[in-house]
């Protein structure tokens, strides 16, 4: 049974960081792309970032270039989204996905909210 969890999600004032994490658990890394949307009140769930383990190929919504960097560890199976610079606009559940071509898997989602 696959599950991702996240976590690391909160307040913080604009200008300031925070780190997600998404731990993953029954599914082979390699195999799957992952990665982070976001759904802020009001809108349409949107792609963040995303990362491709066997080319480590890494894609950024232009919103977020510069300011939010995607990492991993395969031997924790782990994901990390670390945001820098964050702006009220970032304020979003933030949901961790995994895809192949066969399934999608999705996290229960963390809140961030960025004060002004």
């Known amino acids: 049974q696959v599950q991702l969890v996240e976590s690391g999600g909160g307040l913080v004032q604009a200008g300031g960081s925070l780190t997600l994490s998404c731990a993953a658990s029954?599914?082979?890394?390699?195999?799957?792309?992952m990665g982070w949307f976001r759904q802020a009140p009001g809108k349409e769930r949107e792609f963040v970032t995303s990362?491709?383990?066997?080319?480590?190929?890494?894609y950024y919504a232009d919103s977020v270039k510069g300011r939010f960097t995607i990492s991993g560890d395969n031997a924790k199976n782990m994901v990390y989204l670390q945001m820098n610079n964050l702006k009220p606009e970032d304020t979003a559940v933030y949901y961790c996905?995994?895809?192949?071509?066969?399934?999608?898997?999705w996290g229960q989602g963390t809140q961030v909210t960025v004060s002004s």
């Open positions: 990362i491709s383990w066997n080319s480590g190929r890494t």
């Open positions: 029954g599914l082979t890394f390699s195999s799957y792309t």
């Open positions: 996905y995994a895809i192949s071509r066969l399934r999608a898997y």
